[in-house]
């Protein structure tokens, strides 16, 4: 498998910040996450050669760390934060009533493989709890018409994408 | 009259920008410090200030850069700890989503107090906002002479660099985060070494949190004895506070260290939404062993909430109402450190699986008589028996329900099912 070039550049780039390359591998998995979706053996191996680092080091890499995805995950990927403070503010029906609307449960993919749901650990900004991780985007204070809402701005971005 | 100094930019217009910063005294603080101190006297002002560490373990900041050896042919490091996993915790992502410069000032004071030439900045891979706010603040600073070659028309020069988490709260422990820097899977390492003097890449290495760092300018800009004016003088400093869960008004707080738990959670955090009442608060993120309602009147720093059992940890207070079952809360925070525990130590991987598995049924409305006594047993098995402190806070925070609510675990299994539902 040959990575894309800028992908390669962007590894070594990323590389430069650190006296050994091992230290590397955690950005090189991000990069090659964002440029493929999701980790496959085949991506963990061409990293491990752009590195020159051994193919283990990067598969224990892959499967500690829960932000790498070693499985397809849906193009928008909704994760709601269900610890403390989120379930305090009414995290479970939100989530009771996401699974409804999406027609799946927590840790699915929706038949059309627009959504993933899943439920994560505290986010870091529960002062506006509920919360929910779109993507790279953090949306709080949710409630079910916020979240109704959200999804169809979501389907409608998806469906101009298309056309 | 308290006056804030860490959120002060906080809600401004283009707060994270270098030219907002620099128009309310930015990088003077540096300047001050490279002209008018050597390394050693930075390490004996911010000792003199009695700042001590916000990242949750209250160590003293002056103290721990003063342990990193001098004059060593090995490069030394400064790692800032980003990584605000602790649930209950945001102080550090709205620090450097606001004011990120203020962040990075510190951590070039620091790598000057301590002789480091490369800092790593350790933001939990959630944060993507933060970590694009801080990639530019990091290249403005260079483009203005704030980090980089020859700082400020100095001879001292630093780089920092961002090292993206990827979601393990274990990184947060320190050693951890030097595992995961170093490529590793991020499981705690023996200590001592300690890392000021065998740390990252076995270097000597300081690692502080966010809000500590962002403390230091302010130090070097007004002086020890003006932060070791404010609060007590074992816990001294402004301070902020993450208030969220069952209040009116959650959200960031910077006040003076020490202030009475009451008057946090009503005067600021408003008190309890309509019609509820506060049952228990959480002072230091869920690591925090819980307080009831009637033990409110302590003060916020490290000595007062460790005299009551409990912990000022990230400072990130959760209020829990008396519409909430605590048995549900407990599971949720036994949960939690269950999926977060790194697998490295058998108390903490094995106890806190069985946890889970007492708790869940016991909220479920299906545990025994005898359940009780064996989560009692197993916290003691699994308390003082781990290799890192998750372990610990766990089972602290399970005896911390036990003590104070034992009522509603016995009621529980009573009735065979959770009262609240
Ligand atoms: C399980 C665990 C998680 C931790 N998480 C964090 C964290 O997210 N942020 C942090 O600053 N410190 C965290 N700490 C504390 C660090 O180990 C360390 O004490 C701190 O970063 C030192 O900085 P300070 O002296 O400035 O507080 C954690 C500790 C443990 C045991
Ligand atoms: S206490 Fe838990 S998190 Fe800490 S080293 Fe042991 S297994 Fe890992
Ligand atoms: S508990 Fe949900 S963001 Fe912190």
Redesign the interface.
């Given at each position: 498998m040959n990575a894309p070039l800028d992908m390669r550049a962007r590894i070594e780039a990323a590389a430069e910040?650190?006296?050994?390359?091992?230290?590397?591998?955690?950005?090189a998995?991000?990069i090659a996450q964002k440029e493929y979706g999701h980790l496959t053996g085949d991506v963990l191996e061409e990293v491990a050669d752009i590195l020159g680092?051994e193919r283990i080091?990067v598969y224990?890499?892959a499967t500690?760390?829960?932000?790498?995805h070693t499985e397809p995950v849906g193009q928008v990927h909704l994760q709601l934060c269900?610890?403390?403070?989120c379930?305090?503010?009414g995290a479970e029906a939100l989530l009771r009533h996401m699974e409804q609307v999406l027609g799946i449960a927590e840790g699915e993919t929706t038949g059309d493989g627009m959504f993933t749901l899943s439920t994560v650990?505290?986010?870091?900004?529960?002062?506006?709890?509920p919360v929910m991780?779109v993507g790279?985007?953090?949306h709080g204070n949710l409630d079910a018409d916020r979240i109704d809402a959200l999804l169809a701005t979501l389907r409608a971005r998806r469906e101009k994408a298309d056309v | 009259m308290f006056e804030p100094v860490l959120l002060k930019s906080v809600g401004q217009p283009d707060s994270h920008s270098l030219s907002h910063y620099r128009s309310v005294g930015g990088y003077e603080a540096l300047q001050k410090a490279l002209n008018d101190y050597t390394p050693d006297e930075i390490i004996e002002l911010v000792k003199g200030s009695g700042l001590r560490g916000r990242g949750g373990a209250g160590f003293p900041t002056g103290l721990k850069w003063s342990f990193v050896p001098k004059g060593q042919e090995k490069p030394k490091y400064l790692c800032c700890n980003a990584d605000?996993?602790?649930?209950?915790?945001?102080k550090?992502?709205i620090i450097m989503e606001e004011d990120p410069h203020q962040l990075l000032e510190g951590m070039a004071i620091c790598a000057y107090a301590i002789g480091a030439e490369t800092g790593?900045l350790y933001i939990?891979?959630?944060?993507?906002?933060a970590i694009r706010i801080l990639e530019t603040a990091i290249r403005e600073a260079h483009a203005e002479g704030c980090l980089g070659r020859g700082i400020l028309g100095s001879d001292f020069n630093f780089e920092v660099?961002i090292?993206?988490?990827?979601?393990?709260?274990i990184c947060g422990e320190e050693t951890a985060m030097l595992e995961?820097?170093?490529?590793?899977?991020?499981q705690p390492r023996l200590k001592p070494p300690f890392p000021a003097v065998a740390g990252l890449?076995d270097s000597p290495t300081v690692i502080n949190n966010v809000e500590t760092l962002a403390c230091v300018p302010h130090i070097v800009e007004r002086g020890s004895s003006w932060f070791n004016g404010i609060g007590p003088e074992r816990s001294p400093g402004p301070k902020l506070y993450?208030?969220?869960?069952?209040l009116r008004k959650?959200?960031?707080y910077e006040l003076p260290m020490g202030i009475p738990l009451r008057e946090l959670i009503e005067e600021h955090g408003g008190g309890a939404p309509e019609g509820r009442q506060i049952k228990a608060v959480?002072p230091g993120g869920?690591s925090a062993p819980m307080i009831p309602a009637e033990g409110l009147d302590v003060g916020m720093d490290f000595d007062s909430l460790a005299g009551v059992g409990s912990m000022l940890g990230s400072a990130?207070v959760?209020?829990?109402?008396d519409n909430?079952c605590i048995v549900?809360?407990a599971t949720?925070?036994v949960e939690?450190f269950h999926?977060?525990s790194c697998g490295k130590c058998t108390p903490c991987r094995e106890g806190l699986d069985w946890a889970v598995k007492i708790m869940r049924r016991i909220e479920a409305g299906e545990g025994a008589p005898t359940d009780l006594e064996q989560l009692e047993r197993l916290c003691g098995g699994i308390f003082g028996n781990t290799f890192c402190a998750l372990g610990d806070g766990a089972a602290m925070g399970i005896r911390a329900a036990l003590m104070h609510f034992k009522d509603e675990f016995t009621a529980h299994i009573d009735e065979g099912r959770c009262p609240y539902h």
């Open positions: 910040a650190y006296p050994d390359q091992r230290s590397a591998i955690m950005p998995l991000m680092v080091w224990e890499l500690f760390y829960t932000l790498f269900d610890n403390v403070s379930m305090l503010r650990e505290c986010l870091g900004a529960c002062e506006m709890a991780q790279d985007d953090y | 605000e996993g602790e649930p209950g915790t945001f550090d992502r790593y939990r891979g959630e944060y993507v906002k660099h090292h993206e988490g990827a979601g393990a709260y995961s820097l170093q490529g590793r899977r991020a890449y993450c208030l969220s869960g069952s959650p959200g960031l959480i869920v990130g959760i209020a829990i109402d909430t549900k809360v949720r925070i939690f999926h977060e």
